[in-house]
């Protein structure tokens, strides 16, 4: 008598499709919770064209789609490796390094007008728009400071840009590291979840900027940056300077 085929429980389809499962979160990785909204507004819309009948009702449905998946695409927050040594400062966002140079920090967190080495990172549309901890420590200011919207690209923009700001005090230094995020173009929400008195590990999210946007490390007097204009960095995982 012939037995009855074998039923896959849950467990083994896990383990045969769990290298094509781990495949898909890699290239496809979970947004940023702030994404949520946006990615639910364009599958909303897409609900409400399939009820729709119509010319009106398939664009709308096509729009949709598309608006959720751009969304989806853009709040992307890829999983990253920090380099092992721990006195290096990793970079904050991904990106072009657009500057590498020397200038005062912000004057909102009272650090004085002595400049700083400063490396500048530029985010297009294209790129991971999350924020990560640069250095492990304590935050121990966070300040918002409004402005105007011109390029991010822009060397002004550190100063004329709507602008948040944290200084960590890296724990094993005691060094004060500062990271800018700074508002572009089409950018007009930055979200930092930072605030003074919290703890950051080296590489932890902390924030983002929404659609095109650049961010500024202020190093420590002395401290020599390790890249170059032009050289592509990416958050959680590029050495900017060792401390």
Same mark, same amino acid.
């Given at each position: ?35 949520? &909204?946006?990615?639910?507004? #364009? !599958? $909303?819309? /897409?609900? @409400? ?55 005062? &920090?912000?004057?909102?967190? #009272? !650090? $004085?007008? /002595?400049? @700083? ?127």
């Amino acid at each position: 008598m012939a037995l009855p085929p074998r039923r896959a429980d849950a467990s083994g389809l896990s383990g045969e499709f769990g290298p094509f499962l781990d495949l898909i979160k890699t290239t496809l990785p979970a947004p940023h919770p702030a994404g949520y &909204p946006f990615i639910l507004g #364009g !599958l $909303g819309a /897409a609900g @409400l064209g399939a009820i729709l009948p119509g010319r009106i009702g398939r664009t709308l449905r096509s729009l949709g789609l598309t608006a959720a998946a751009a969304c989806a695409v853009f709040f992307r927050n890829p999983p990253r490796v920090a380099p092992d040594d721990l006195s290096l400062v990793i970079a904050p966002a991904d990106g072009r390094v657009s500057l590498v140079d020397t200038a005062p &920090p912000p004057a909102e967190l #009272g !650090l $004085g007008d /002595a400049p @700083l080495p400063r490396v500048s990172i530029f985010l297009s549309v294209f790129d991971v728009h999350v924020q990560h901890a640069p250095v492990a420590g304590k935050v121990l200011a966070a300040e918002y400071r409004s402005g105007s919207f011109t390029s991010a690209e822009r060397p002004e923009a550190s100063e004329n840009n709507e602008r948040q700001s944290i200084v960590i005090e890296e724990s094993a230094t005691g060094k004060s590291v500062v990271v800018v995020q700074i508002a572009g173009l089409l950018a007009r929400r930055i979200v930092c979840e930072a605030a003074p008195g919290s703890s950051l590990s080296r590489g932890d999210v902390y924030g983002l900027i929404r659609f095109g946007s650049r961010v500024d490390v202020y190093l420590p007097a002395g401290t020599k940056p390790l890249v170059k204009v032009g050289q592509r960095a990416v958050a959680g995982e590029t050495a900017l300077a060792a401390l």
